[in-house]
Each structure stands twice: as structure tokens, then as C-alpha cells.
């Protein structure tokens, strides 16, 4: 069974950083297409940054030169460094696998830019 544990949310000021983590057990991982959504109150789940198994990145438009997401095979464990942080990036951060076409998801993280 795939498990996936989130850590490194909290809160900062706008203009710092943090960098999330995403633990996976259960799956091969190295095969896995993973990433980061990300849901604000009141608004819909959005697609924060995704990686394939081969190490291809995509961003949002709203999150690219300001965070990175990346990879260790393993550690078996999801990255997400995110700086320059804006009130805007206020969310809970949800990581997500891809596993022969089933979608897993973490348990979210509460992530909170504010002054």
C-alpha cells in the first residue's frame, strides 16, 4: 500500500522559505511520476509543480524561478524548496504519486506567508 507523509509547513514572512518534504513507502518511487498541488480556502486545488520518473520538471506560471522541486530515488522522499514566498502561496500542500495509473495523495501540509 502506497503511503505518503508530508512534512515542512509553517509559518513565514513574506520573502523567506521553506522546503517540504514528501516521505514515500509502498512503491518502487523511482518509477513514479510525482508532484505538488496545492489548495487555498476557498478555492479549488491547483497544480503547484510535477516531476516525471525520468526528472522532467513543470511549474505553475504563478510559482516558476521562485520554487524547485526535485528528487531523491533513494531517499524515496519528494522535495519542494520554495522561496521568495508571497501571501499568495498560502495553501495546504498535498503531494501526489502516480502508481500504474492510481493517483495517491499525502496528507497535506499547512503552509502560511503572512507578516
Known amino acids: 500500500q502506497v503511503q505518503l507523509v508530508e512534512s515542512g509547513g509553517g509559518l513565514v514572512q513574506p520573502g523567506g522559505s521553506l522546503r517540504l518534504s514528501c516521505a514515500a513507502s509502498?512503491?518502487?518511487?523511482?518509477?513514479?511520476?510525482m508532484g505538488w498541488y496545492r489548495q487555498a480556502p476557498g478555492k479549488e486545488r491547483e497544480l503547484v509543480a510535477g516531476i516525471t520518473s525520468g526528472g522532467i520538471t513543470n511549474y505553475a506560471d504563478s510559482v516558476k524561478g521562485r520554487f524547485t522541486i526535485s528528487r531523491d530515488n533513494v531517499k524515496k522522499t519528494l522535495y519542494l524548496q520554495m522561496n521568495n514566498l508571497k501571501p499568495e502561496d498560502t495553501a495546504v500542500y498535498y503531494c501526489y504519486l502516480i502508481d500504474y495509473g492510481t493517483v495517491y495523495w499525502g496528507q497535506g501540509t499547512q503552509v502560511t506567508v503572512s507578516s
Open positions: 509502498g512503491s518502487i518511487f523511482s518509477r513514479n511520476a
